[in-house]
C-alpha cells in the first residue's frame, strides 16, 4: 500500500486527525509488521493551547513538534508509558495529533501477551498501542515520510464520516476552559464495533 505522504501531515492539525481515521499504522522490526487502523486520535495545536506541550515554548521535550511535519514526537509520561503523536501542520508552528487507539489487523499474535486478551484490548488506548507495537523514545523525532522506514503510515479507505464522532480530548482535568471542551478527540467507534461483533460472532 502507498505510504502518507509528508504533505498529509502538512495541514491543518483538526483535518490531519480526522482524516487518520482508518488508515493503517505500522512498525516493522527485525521483518515483523505489527499494524493497525487508526481508530481514535486527538489535535493538539499551538501555544496557546493550554492542553499542549508546546504552552511551555520550545523546550527539550516540545522541539520535535516544532519542527517538519511527517514525524514522530514520542514522549513518556506517568513514569511509564509512551504517547506516539505525528507532528503537523507548518515547520515552526507546533502541533501534533496523538494516535490513541487502533484496530489490529497484523502480527496480532506477535503483540498478544497473554492467552485470552481480545486483540482490541492490547491496543485500546496511547499506552497500549505503543507497547504493542514496540514505539518507544527511540522514534521520537522519527521521519515517517522516508523512503525506507520502521514506523510509517499506510493509506487505506477513510472512515466513513457518518461513523465518525466528535467531542473533548480525554484526562484534561488540570486544563482550563476553553481549552478542556475543545472538541478535538476523534473517534471510529463504528469500526470497533463490527469487529467486537465479529470476534463474538466467531466463539
Known sequence: MARLPRSFF????????????????VTVRNENRRAGLIVETEAYIGEDDR???????????????YGPPGHAYVYFTYGMHWMLNFVTEAEGSP??????????????????????TPDMNLTNGPAKLTQAMGIDRRLNGYDICAGDT????????????????YGPRVGLNRTPEPWVSKPWNFKWQAAVGRHQRSVISRQ
Open 10 to 25: 502538512a495541514r491543518p492539525s483538526l483535518e490531519v486527525a480526522r482524516d487518520l481515521l482508518g488508515q493503517r499504522l
Open 51 to 65: 492542553a499542549c506541550h508546546a504552552r511551555f515554548g520550545r523546550t527539550p521535550r516540545s522541539k520535535v513538534m
Open 95 to 116: 502541533a501534533a495529533v496523538l494516535i490513541r487507539a487502533i484496530l489490529p489487523c497484523e502480527g496480532v499474535a506477535i503483540r498478544r501477551r497473554r492467552r485470552g
Open 150 to 165: 520502521a514506523l510509517f503510515v499506510e493509506r487505506a479507505p477513510a472512515a466513513p464520516e457518518a461513523e465518525v464522532s
